[in-house]
Nanobody, 115 residues
Framework: QVQLVESGGGLVQAGGSLRLSCAAS????????MAWYLQAPGEQRELVAF???????NYAESVRGRFTISRDNVKNVVFLQMNSLKPENKAVYSC?????????WGQGTQVTDSY
């Protein structure tokens, strides 16, 4: 089993920044790819960014150049640095771990705005 726990969500203003964290524990050696997804109210969950075991990253076009996914292999934490936030970035952000046999999800962390 793998446990994923997100943190770092909160209230932001347009143009602001926020860093989300996803702490992984358990059988993390089975994970091939870590990703962040978002789900806005009334919308389907969508991929924001992922990072593979070898460090390859990829981003949704809507966040490319503003968001950065990274990881700390010693502490087993994956980060999502979000800069130049926009109103449409308001959502629940969930951490996802992909192994050969199954997917793992965190509980999500809310990013909301002050409008």
């Amino acid at each position: 089993q793998v446990q994923l726990v997100e943190s770092g969500g909160g209230l932001v203003q347009a143009g602001g920044s926020l860093r989300l964290s996803c702490a992984a524990s358990g059988m993390i050696f089975v994970i091939n790819r870590m990703a962040w997804y978002l789900q806005a109210p009334g919308e389907q969950r969508e991929l924001v960014a992922f990072i593979t075991r070898d460090g390859t990253t990829n981003y949704a076009e809507s966040v490319r150049g503003r968001f950065t996914i990274s990881r700390d292999n010693v502490k087993n934490v994956v980060f999502l640095q979000m800069n130049s936030l926009k109103p449409e970035n308001k959502a629940v952000y969930s951490c996802h771990g992909q192994s050969l046999s199954r997917d793992y999800w965190g509980q999500g962390t809310q990013v909301t705005d002050s409008y």
